[in-house]
DNA sequence: CTTTTCCCGGCAACTAATCGACTGCGGTCA
DNA sequence: TGACCGCAGTCGATTAGTTGCCGGGAAAAG
């Protein structure tokens, strides 16, 4: 089983804005685009001492799981630190990423306190820290604290609006203009400057990339390797270098006017 | 402008269930086949009045668009009788229909008061009627009538679950797949018994079927008349004829086991 | 140090799906 | 009755994307 491949991968740069989500998320109308506002943030800290009283935390390694599509519902997980990847995985094995969420962000959506079942699959791409809030606990505390409530609701919708882009996108793009508006993200979110361009500070491997956007291993390759022949990008070691965000922004499938 | 080519279509059929949405909704787990509880069941008498008389009543012919995607977000449609088509149009001009809503459910999601900017848009395929309900108007009702809150959080859960497994279908299978799982769920809904196999009984033209699997009409004439070579659907004059929904149930990547 | 594992990369054959265009049918309307 | 229009169906050309495979290189594990 794996056991932390490679020190670099897994965990996030320094220069990485610490609340947000990795995936294919924005679409014309979005707006938030690192994701909602953290949901302790409007906490006091009283507040926030009661919500991680009632709280288990618990630490996983890379590589962990956190729930799994299928099992059973029961509240959330409120991320302390580390990264989450929330995918799902079909019954022929294609699988295909929502979102690395990051910390400040809880996961186990998109109900929050006792559901049915889970309907997405969650492990940790780092190590990370959690805390797990039951349903029943969490449905007492958010009548109790106004705030929390607000977040949760908050966070819901911002959920509510990961599916609805990410369903947008799979469905109206090609793989090559979802790949454009992915790169962009992540140097929205990862990117730190470099003397070629702006440089995805954030390790991914193809295959990371692939799910995130839908299509094979293969295809990334190709297309990255298309896109460095037109001077878009600089692939160096796995990483990768944009240097044109204006043609990328084109290629997408542009959403003004 | 459209003025109703056919008056078969757009009638929604005697056979049909009255509350629910066509689409590719359904997953692995998903229960709720034919979509959440209407909206006003739960309410007494009373209180039924009491929401009809805060919103406003507006009749729609097929073809009407109810609200548009970057438009602003007020509130939500509640459906009386018809149908309306929720879809998605990129910047480019391809379509993806979220789902055809009928009676009894609302529109308007994925917030429900006052939102931002709507992300999809809303038409009717068939005459319509609905009442429009503004969000300052539904909040008050909602902290007025405790059966009315709960209905809406049912909703919006299960327009939750209709665009994370819309992203999901889309994400993991093909085409093909798309089109049987379709096929099924239209059965399901739709279904009149034949002497050849279940008929379909909503008329779908192929553009709308294309729409709601994500691929062109083309290859969705070509896909079923491919099923209609195996022997597994029977196409006559317009309407489709399911005869084998063993073979689709294999087809679409199942999810037993 | 060696072995193993993981990941990038390329290649070839293949199928799935798109795009544009054209035909013919049937229904509707003037 | 004839003109129009939306829709099913078809074709050929082209592109997008898959599948399977093999090799090399870098990093971790032993």
Known sequence: MLQAASAVRGTVPPAVRPAGSSSLLLTENQQWIGGPPPLMDKLSPRERELVL???????????????????????????????????????LGREITLAYWHAGNFVGGPEVFEGTVHQWSGVASSNCSVVHLPGKELRSLAAEIPNLAIGLIEGLTFKGKCYSALAQMLGTRSITQRLAHLLLHLVELYGVEDADGRVIAAAFTHADIAHMVGATRQWVTISLKRMQEKGIVVTKRSQIVVCRTDVLDEMRGHASD
Chains 1, 2 share one sequence.
């Open 53 to 91: 009283k009632q709280g288990r935390r618990k630490v996983l390694n890379r590589g962990q799981t956190l729930f799994s599509q299928g099992g059973k519902h029961d509240g959330i997980w409120l991320i302390e630190s580390g990264r989450i990847r929330v995918f799902y995985s079909s019954p």
